[in-house]
C-alpha cells in the first residue's frame, strides 16, 4: 500500500550494528505500529505508538528501540543486531476515529539479515 | 497454547475448488475478527471485517464466524490462481490495544 511507506526495502548488516528501519505514513492515521514476521510465528508485535507522546512495548521489545518523530513517521532502531532478529518487518497504522478502529494497514515491509 | 490458532499448510487446490481456511482462538473477549491476505514479497492487507457471528459475504469471499464454538472460517468460491497467497486471521477485543494474529496459512491454487 502506496500509502505506508517503509525505507529500506531490504538490509543487510552485521552483528553489533546499529541499524534503523523507518516509516511514513500519508494516511493521516494516529497509530502505529512495528511488527516483526519469521515463518512459523506470524506477526508479532514490537512497539506501538497512539500519538506522538505515547509509546507503548510490545510482546517482543527487547533488543529493540523506536522513535516516533511525527504523526505521520515512525522508525524502529535496533541498538546492536543481533542474527536471531533477521526476519520481515512490517510497520502498520490505524485510524482510533475511524468506523473500523481496529483495521490496521500494513507497509510493504523491509527484509533485514543480519549476519 | 496460542490464543489464535491457525494451520500453517501449506493448502494447495486446483482452480475453481471451494477453499475453506480456519482458525481457532481461546479468548472469548474477542469481538473483531479480520482476514487478511499477503501475497508474496508483500503486507499483508484486509480482506474481511466482521463483528457478529454469522456469515459475511463479499463477492467470492465469505466469512464465517461461531462465537461459541470459537471458531472463525474464510472460504472461497471459484478459487482463482491469483488467490494465491497466505491468508492471516486477526481478532481483537473491543477497546484493546493491539490485534492478534493466527501464524497464517499458505495457499496456492493451481491452474
Known amino acids: 500500500d502506496a500509502d505506508v511507506t517503509q525505507t529500506p526495502r531490504n538490509r543487510i548488516t552485521k552483528t553489533g550494528k546499529r541499524i534503523m528501519l523507518e516509516c511514513s505514513q500519508t494516511k493521516g492515521h494516529d497509530r502505529m505500529y512495528w511488527y516483526r514476521q519469521d515463518p512459523g510465528l506470524g506477526l508479532r508485535l514490537i512497539y506501538y505508538?497512539?500519538?506522538?507522546?505515547?509509546?507503548n512495548k510490545g510482546e517482543i521489545s527487547d533488543g529493540y528501540s523506536v522513535s516516533r518523530q511525527a504523526q505521520a513517521k515512525f522508525s524502529l532502531s535496533l541498538e546492536s543486531a543481533i542474527p536471531n532478529q533477521t526476519a520481515l518487518y512490517f510497520c502498520?497504522?490505524?485510524?482510533?476515529?475511524?468506523?473500523?478502529?481496529?483495521?490496521?494497514?500494513f507497509g510493504p515491509g523491509t527484509r533485514l539479515l543480519v549476519l | 497454547q496460542k490464543e489464535v490458532e491457525q494451520d500453517p499448510g501449506p493448502l494447495s487446490v486446483p482452480e475453481g475448488a471451494i477453499v475453506s481456511l480456519n482458525c481457532t482462538y481461546s479468548?472469548?473477549?474477542?469481538?473483531?475478527f479480520m482476514w487478511y491476505r499477503q501475497y508474496s514479497r508483500k503486507g499483508p492487507e484486509l480482506l474481511m471485517y466482521t463483528y457478529s457471528s454469522g456469515n459475511k459475504e463479499d463477492g467470492r469471499f465469505t466469512a464465517q464466524v461461531d462465537k461459541s464454538s470459537k471458531y472463525i472460517s474464510l472460504f472461497i468460491r471459484d478459487s482463482q490462481p491469483s488467490d494465491s497467497a497466505t491468508y492471516l486471521c486477526?481478532?481483537?477485543?473491543?477497546?484493546?490495544?493491539?490485534?492478534?494474529f493466527g501464524q497464517g496459512t499458505r495457499l496456492t491454487i493451481n491452474p
Open positions: 502498520a497504522t490505524s485510524d482510533s476515529r475511524g468506523r473500523y478502529q481496529e483495521t490496521q494497514y
Open positions: 505508538s497512539f500519538d506522538v507522546k505515547d509509546i
Open positions: 479468548n472469548s473477549a474477542f469481538q473483531y
Open positions: 486477526a481478532m481483537v477485543v473491543q477497546g484493546a490495544q493491539k490485534l492478534v
